[in-house]
Protein backbone atom coordinates (compact mmCIF):
# COMPACT_ATOMS: atom_id res chain seq x y z
CA UNK A 1 0.00 0.00 0.00
CA UNK A 2 1.09 3.65 -0.73
CA UNK A 3 -0.62 6.16 1.64
CA UNK A 4 -0.69 9.68 0.40
CA UNK A 5 -2.56 11.57 3.34
CA UNK A 6 -1.63 11.57 7.02
CA UNK A 7 0.18 13.80 9.70
CA UNK A 8 3.40 12.53 10.66
CA UNK A 9 5.86 15.56 10.99
CA UNK A 10 6.28 15.83 14.37
CA UNK A 11 5.10 18.55 16.49
CA UNK A 12 3.36 20.67 13.30
CA UNK A 13 -0.05 20.10 13.42
CA UNK A 14 -2.71 18.35 14.79
CA UNK A 15 -0.73 15.19 14.14
CA UNK A 16 1.98 13.66 15.82
CA UNK A 17 3.08 15.36 18.94
CA UNK A 18 6.70 14.02 18.91
CA UNK A 19 9.46 12.48 16.98
CA UNK A 20 8.80 9.46 19.04
CA UNK A 21 5.50 9.49 18.28
CA UNK A 22 5.60 10.08 14.97
CA UNK A 23 8.16 6.71 14.52
CA UNK A 24 5.57 4.61 16.39
CA UNK A 25 2.96 5.76 13.48
CA UNK A 26 4.91 4.60 10.74
CA UNK A 27 5.59 1.74 12.62
CA UNK A 28 2.27 0.85 12.95
CA UNK A 29 1.43 1.73 9.33
CA UNK A 30 4.12 -0.34 8.08
CA UNK A 31 2.81 -3.55 10.08
CA UNK A 32 -0.21 -3.01 8.50
CA UNK A 33 1.17 -3.01 4.89
CA UNK A 34 1.54 0.31 4.36
CA UNK A 35 4.99 0.93 1.78
CA UNK A 36 5.55 4.24 0.84
CA UNK A 37 4.31 7.18 2.63
CA UNK A 38 4.07 11.03 1.22
CA UNK A 39 2.75 12.78 4.64
CA UNK A 40 0.30 15.46 4.64
CA UNK A 41 0.59 18.60 7.37
CA UNK A 42 -1.49 21.07 7.31
CA UNK A 43 -1.39 23.94 5.71
CA UNK A 44 -3.38 27.27 4.97
CA UNK A 45 -3.53 28.42 0.99
CA UNK A 46 -3.69 32.37 2.22
CA UNK A 47 -0.42 31.66 3.91
CA UNK A 48 0.98 31.86 0.24
CA UNK A 49 0.35 35.90 -0.50
CA UNK A 50 1.97 36.86 3.41
CA UNK A 51 5.89 35.80 2.45
CA UNK A 52 6.58 35.91 6.40
CA UNK A 53 4.06 33.90 7.48
CA UNK A 54 4.91 30.95 4.33
CA UNK A 55 8.84 31.13 4.68
CA UNK A 56 8.24 30.45 8.67
CA UNK A 57 5.41 27.35 7.87
CA UNK A 58 8.03 26.32 5.13
CA UNK A 59 11.08 26.45 8.01
CA UNK A 60 9.06 24.44 10.90
CA UNK A 61 7.99 22.04 8.56
CA UNK A 62 11.26 21.73 6.77
CA UNK A 63 13.05 21.11 10.21
CA UNK A 64 10.52 18.97 11.34
CA UNK A 65 10.23 16.66 8.43
CA UNK A 66 14.26 16.67 8.06
CA UNK A 67 14.58 15.23 11.71
CA UNK A 68 11.15 12.55 10.57
CA UNK A 69 13.13 11.63 7.40
CA UNK A 70 16.28 10.63 9.61
CA UNK A 71 14.74 8.57 11.98
CA UNK A 72 12.60 6.85 9.60
CA UNK A 73 15.95 6.35 7.22
CA UNK A 74 17.17 4.51 10.74
CA UNK A 75 14.43 3.32 11.81
CA UNK A 76 12.78 2.02 8.35
CA UNK A 77 15.27 1.56 5.77
CA UNK A 78 13.35 0.21 3.41
CA UNK A 79 10.18 2.90 3.70
CA UNK A 80 10.27 5.38 0.84
CA UNK A 81 8.78 8.52 2.63
CA UNK A 82 8.08 11.87 0.94
CA UNK A 83 5.83 15.23 1.94
CA UNK A 84 3.56 17.21 0.64
CA UNK A 85 0.86 18.73 2.40
CA UNK A 86 -3.08 18.92 2.78
CA UNK A 87 -4.19 22.69 1.72
CA UNK A 88 -6.81 24.30 3.27
CA UNK A 89 -8.39 26.60 0.32
CA UNK A 90 -9.49 29.66 2.53
CA UNK A 91 -7.68 31.27 -0.12
CA UNK A 92 -9.52 29.68 -3.45
CA UNK A 93 -6.34 31.07 -5.66
CA UNK A 94 -3.09 30.46 -4.07
CA UNK A 95 0.26 30.26 -5.80
CA UNK A 96 1.01 26.41 -5.54
CA UNK A 97 4.19 26.83 -8.11
CA UNK A 98 6.81 25.85 -4.15
CA UNK A 99 6.95 22.39 -4.96
CA UNK A 100 6.84 21.07 -1.34
CA UNK A 101 3.44 21.91 -1.52
CA UNK A 102 2.52 19.56 -4.11
CA UNK A 103 2.36 15.78 -3.49
CA UNK A 104 5.81 14.40 -3.60
CA UNK A 105 7.30 17.20 -5.80
CA UNK A 106 4.85 16.09 -8.26
CA UNK A 107 1.75 18.24 -10.16
CA UNK A 108 -1.05 16.62 -8.07
CA UNK A 109 -1.45 18.83 -4.67
CA UNK A 110 -4.07 17.58 -1.90
CA UNK A 111 -6.53 19.97 -1.04
CA UNK A 112 -9.87 20.73 1.32
CA UNK A 113 -12.21 23.49 2.27
CA UNK A 114 -12.30 24.83 5.38
CA UNK A 115 -15.06 24.03 8.29
CA UNK A 116 -15.50 20.90 6.40
CA UNK A 117 -18.04 23.26 4.31
CA UNK A 118 -18.33 23.15 0.30
CA UNK A 119 -18.22 26.97 -0.29
CA UNK A 120 -20.34 28.79 -3.23
CA UNK A 121 -17.82 27.96 -7.37
CA UNK A 122 -15.76 24.82 -6.19
CA UNK A 123 -15.45 23.63 -9.88
CA UNK A 124 -14.47 26.98 -11.10
CA UNK A 125 -11.70 26.83 -8.12
CA UNK A 126 -10.34 23.32 -9.40
CA UNK A 127 -10.32 24.63 -13.16
CA UNK A 128 -8.47 27.64 -11.98
CA UNK A 129 -5.91 25.40 -10.51
CA UNK A 130 -5.82 22.94 -13.50
CA UNK A 131 -5.08 26.08 -15.80
CA UNK A 132 -1.77 26.55 -13.17
CA UNK A 133 -0.66 23.10 -14.27
CA UNK A 134 -1.54 21.40 -10.82
CA UNK A 135 -3.92 19.02 -10.15
CA UNK A 136 -6.37 19.08 -7.36
CA UNK A 137 -6.79 16.00 -5.28
CA UNK A 138 -9.81 16.76 -3.03
CA UNK A 139 -9.28 15.26 0.32
CA UNK A 140 -11.92 13.39 2.15
CA UNK A 141 -14.87 14.76 0.24
CA UNK A 142 -17.25 12.19 2.14
CA UNK A 143 -16.78 13.83 5.13
CA UNK A 144 -18.49 17.47 3.82
CA UNK A 145 -21.58 17.69 5.54
CA UNK A 146 -23.64 18.76 2.64
CA UNK A 147 -22.04 15.98 -0.03
CA UNK A 148 -25.64 13.95 0.77
CA UNK A 149 -27.53 17.04 -0.39
CA UNK A 150 -25.78 18.26 -3.19
CA UNK A 151 -24.35 15.21 -4.70
CA UNK A 152 -23.95 16.67 -8.61
CA UNK A 153 -21.20 18.30 -7.55
CA UNK A 154 -19.16 15.62 -7.41
CA UNK A 155 -20.04 15.17 -11.44
CA UNK A 156 -18.79 18.85 -11.53
CA UNK A 157 -15.50 18.29 -9.34
CA UNK A 158 -14.76 15.70 -11.80
CA UNK A 159 -15.18 17.24 -14.96
CA UNK A 160 -13.42 20.39 -13.82
CA UNK A 161 -10.41 17.90 -13.17
CA UNK A 162 -10.32 17.14 -9.42
CA UNK A 163 -9.19 13.46 -8.18
CA UNK A 164 -10.58 12.63 -5.18
CA UNK A 165 -9.04 11.23 -2.20
CA UNK A 166 -11.60 9.23 0.37
CA UNK A 167 -10.52 7.91 4.47
CA UNK A 168 -10.10 4.30 5.44
CA UNK A 169 -11.74 5.38 8.43
CA UNK A 170 -15.36 6.62 6.09
CA UNK A 171 -16.20 3.70 4.76
CA UNK A 172 -16.06 1.94 8.20
CA UNK A 173 -18.31 4.46 9.59
CA UNK A 174 -15.77 6.27 11.90
CA UNK A 175 -17.12 9.48 10.83
CA UNK A 176 -20.66 8.74 11.11
CA UNK A 177 -22.95 7.70 9.50
CA UNK A 178 -23.74 10.38 6.92
CA UNK A 179 -20.17 9.96 6.15
CA UNK A 180 -20.19 6.56 5.72
CA UNK A 181 -22.92 6.71 3.27
CA UNK A 182 -21.47 9.45 1.23
CA UNK A 183 -18.19 7.00 1.29
CA UNK A 184 -20.37 4.31 -0.34
CA UNK A 185 -22.10 6.31 -2.84
CA UNK A 186 -18.67 7.68 -3.81
CA UNK A 187 -17.00 4.27 -3.81
CA UNK A 188 -20.39 2.89 -5.85
CA UNK A 189 -19.95 5.58 -8.35
CA UNK A 190 -16.67 4.45 -9.15
CA UNK A 191 -15.45 8.41 -8.08
CA UNK A 192 -13.08 7.75 -6.19
CA UNK A 193 -9.51 7.69 -7.15
CA UNK A 194 -7.18 7.00 -4.26
CA UNK A 195 -7.78 5.75 -0.30
CA UNK A 196 -5.19 6.96 2.40
CA UNK A 197 -5.26 6.61 5.89
CA UNK A 198 -5.62 10.42 7.25
CA UNK A 199 -3.54 9.18 10.13
CA UNK A 200 -3.45 12.03 12.86
CA UNK A 201 -0.65 9.79 14.68
CA UNK A 202 -3.05 9.45 17.68
CA UNK A 203 -1.97 6.46 19.98
CA UNK A 204 -5.84 6.02 20.55
CA UNK A 205 -6.77 6.45 17.35
CA UNK A 206 -6.77 3.15 15.22
CA UNK A 207 -5.14 3.13 11.63
CA UNK A 208 -7.87 1.11 10.17
CA UNK A 209 -5.41 -0.17 7.41
CA UNK A 210 -6.42 -3.84 8.43
CA UNK A 211 -10.19 -3.27 8.85
CA UNK A 212 -10.11 -1.55 5.56
CA UNK A 213 -8.27 -4.48 3.35
CA UNK A 214 -10.83 -6.62 5.16
CA UNK A 215 -13.93 -5.04 4.30
CA UNK A 216 -12.64 -4.56 0.63
CA UNK A 217 -11.99 -8.27 0.80
CA UNK A 218 -15.44 -8.88 2.55
CA UNK A 219 -16.46 -7.69 -0.73
CA UNK A 220 -14.67 -9.35 -3.34
CA UNK A 221 -13.03 -6.19 -3.92
CA UNK A 222 -9.83 -6.48 -3.49
CA UNK A 223 -8.88 -5.37 -7.26
CA UNK A 224 -10.70 -2.18 -6.50
CA UNK A 225 -8.66 -2.09 -3.44
CA UNK A 226 -5.43 -2.53 -5.07
CA UNK A 227 -5.87 0.21 -8.06
CA UNK A 228 -6.85 2.56 -4.92
CA UNK A 229 -4.39 1.59 -2.38
CA UNK A 230 -1.39 0.51 -5.18
CA UNK A 231 -2.01 1.32 -8.49
CA UNK A 232 -3.50 4.82 -8.76
CA UNK A 233 -1.16 6.10 -5.82
CA UNK A 234 1.67 5.16 -7.61
CA UNK A 235 0.58 6.72 -10.70
CA UNK A 236 0.34 9.73 -8.81
CA UNK A 237 3.73 9.77 -7.66
CA UNK A 238 4.71 9.17 -11.18
CA UNK A 239 2.93 12.47 -11.91
CA UNK A 240 0.79 10.35 -14.11
CA UNK A 241 -3.10 10.82 -14.13
CA UNK A 242 -4.82 7.99 -12.13
CA UNK A 243 -6.80 5.18 -13.73
CA UNK A 244 -10.48 5.08 -14.16
CA UNK A 245 -11.65 3.09 -10.98
CA UNK A 246 -14.87 0.96 -11.93
CA UNK A 247 -18.43 1.51 -10.30
CA UNK A 248 -19.22 -1.12 -7.88
CA UNK A 249 -22.51 -2.40 -6.37
CA UNK A 250 -22.45 -2.47 -2.49
CA UNK A 251 -25.27 -4.49 -0.06
CA UNK A 252 -27.53 -1.94 1.15
CA UNK A 253 -27.18 -1.46 5.17
CA UNK A 254 -30.61 -0.34 6.80
CA UNK A 255 -29.13 3.41 7.20
CA UNK A 256 -28.64 3.28 3.35
CA UNK A 257 -32.47 2.58 2.66
CA UNK A 258 -33.59 5.04 5.45
CA UNK A 259 -31.18 7.91 4.02
CA UNK A 260 -32.65 7.05 0.73
CA UNK A 261 -29.52 5.71 -0.71
CA UNK A 262 -29.33 6.42 -4.48
CA UNK A 263 -27.54 4.80 -7.43
CA UNK A 264 -24.64 5.81 -9.20
CA UNK A 265 -25.25 8.11 -12.28
CA UNK A 266 -27.40 10.22 -10.39
CA UNK A 267 -24.77 12.37 -10.06
FE1 LIG B 1 -5.75 15.33 6.86
Known amino acids: ?30 DEGV ?26 VDRAFEELRAGVASAFPDLPLGRGFEIMLDDPFPDLSDPRLRLGG ?4 LVEWPRLRIPPSTPDVIERIREQG ?24 RRAGACLQMNHGSLLGRYGDEARTA ?8 WIDV ?38 PSRILADELPDAVPS ?3 ERGLWDRLTGFLRPGDA
Not at 183 to 190: H, K, N, P, Y
Not at 204 to 231: K, N, P, Y
Open 1 to 30: MIDLHSHLVPDVDDGARSLDGALKAVGRLV
Open 35 to 60: ERIVTTPHFDASWVRDPARFDARMDQ
Open 106 to 109: TRFV
Open 134 to 157: WIPVIAHPERYASLLRNFPIVGAW
Open 183 to 190: ARRLLEGG
Open 195 to 232: LSSDFHARPHLSTFVSEIRAWFAQRELDEVFELLTMGN
Open 248 to 250: VTL
